[in-house]
């Protein structure tokens, strides 16, 4: 494996650490040892990034989207070579089984390349003229100097959808990734200053959170705040992005019900709930949490999740047997044993738990719970982790009420061979994203968000080029002011 090395921040185009020595170590939650530290960067550190981002603007915006494509296009080629080793470290800071890791460099690849032919069709129009000599046209351009903060979980795919969509537009974008998953940033952004992205194009930086983002939000250069985490921190960043009138892109937690129907394939539905709740260990923002079954087929079902379960294997994700590992630290342990106790104590049955080593990683076994309370605390908030609530239901009217009771709607999924009721779920599922007989509701070319406190606005697909981009309209007039006075 490699050394431990310090990870740096990227300003102007150059590596650099803080103004200070203030490092934090980065940590392998399969194994609890250092395995790099990262610079973080100070005031000054701050207002230099900006300042380049500014720079890197006017260099950005006046390259044609012709050659802005061919870069992100090398530099998604660049990405594809060094995948192997990307995803290794990837394993190493986030902790995911490899097989997942290599999946996500995969998919950011894709949306890369999505996005630099996208960005040759950030198209205007021509207005139909009202008075004769009248030209209108509705212009598209980059909004500005870009500001993206993204959450640990998925390292390469958040980060992805930040920065390919700001470049793929003409934006210039200085993003701070996450302290706890940061080798992944620094080498996708090795791998654009390689394809010969300009100087100040790409800022990545390291810090603390609530200085980065207060000095960032108030100072007048950026144009745009976008941002992948929490609903509580996506509410203070609103507020901080307010003061500045900040365009915001927020992609926000949810809490997917996934819905079984009693005339779906249970088979197929109990191999994806396995599937889609385990990946990651459950620490992924459209992961289903709320797992509501037709009360006719809910034994069956329950009886093969948990045959599908004990299949799962506890482990380092650098082991090929491991499909499932650790939750990133310690903290979210604690997590999940008091959402686990008061599930119990509202009177949940344990179906299923798993087993996980005996080292210093931060693992915490797959459940699956039954007879699960409304009341219960996993209910009512997002566990993003391994604990999978399964409760009965009786009606169509019953679960639609129950799936859409919350306030968050990012994803939802439901299992039924009925397109009648397939077209009912479709039209009544407050989400949004929607996944019928399917754990598939994110590529490149479709928008990527949720409704409610799930988010505002959207990444991927032509909605997501368009949140960095602004609407200017230009009148020319051609004829003599006489005529236009006839006229």
Known sequence: MPAVHKVQNLIDGAWCDGHTDLCLPVINPATGEKIASVSLAQSIDIENALQSSARGFGVWRATLASGRQKILEHAAQLITERAENIAQNLTREAGKPLAEARMEIGAAVDVLRWYAEEGKRAYGRLVPPRVPGMRQMVIREPVGPVIAFVAWNFPAINFMRKVAGALAAGCSITIK???????????????????????????????????????????????????????????????????????????????????????????????????????????????????????????????????????????????????????????????????????????????????????????????????????????????????????????????????????????????????????????????GMLAINSMHIASPETPFGGIGWSGQGAEGGPEGLDTFLRTRVVTEIFNTPERVGDA
């Open 177 to 431: 990734p996450s302290e706890e998953t940061p080798m992944t940033g620094v080498a996708f952004a090795q791998a654009f200053a390689d394809a010969g992205l300009p100087n100040g194009v790409l800022n990545v930086i390291y810090g603390d959170p609530a200085q980065i983002s207060a000095q960032m939000c108030a100072s007048s250069i950026p144009r745009k705040l976008t941002f992948t985490g929490s609903t509580e921190v996506g509410k203070h960043l609103s507020k901080l992005a307010a003061d500045n009138l900040l365009r915001c892109t927020m992609e926000l937690g949810g809490h997917a019900p996934f819905i079984v129907f009693d005339d779906a394939d249970i088979d197929q539905a109990a191999t994806m709930m396995v599937a889609g709740k385990f990946r990651n260990a459950g620490q992924v923002c459209v992961s289903p949490t709320r797992f509501y079954v037709q009360r006719g087929v809910h034994d069956a079902f329950l009886e093969k999740v948990v045959e599908k379960a004990e299949a799962i294997v506890v482990g380092d994700g650098l082991d090929p047997k491991t499909t499932m590992g650790p939750l990133i630290s310690p903290r979210r342990i604690a997590v999940m044993e008091a959402l686990l106790d008061d599930a119990i104590k509202h009177g949940a049955g344990v179906a299923f738990q798993g087993q996980v080593p005996n080292t210093n990683g931060s693992f915490f076994a797959p459940v699956i719970l039954r007879d699960v309370s409304e009341d219960a605390q996993i209910m009512q908030e997002e566990p993003f982790g391994p604990i999978a609530p399964v409760l009965p239901f009786d009606t169509f009217d019953d679960v639609m009420a129950r799936a859409n009771g919350m306030p968050v709607g990012l994803a939802a999924y439901a299992f039924t061979s009925s397109a009648q009721r397939a077209a009912m779920v479709a039209d009544q599922m407050d989400a």
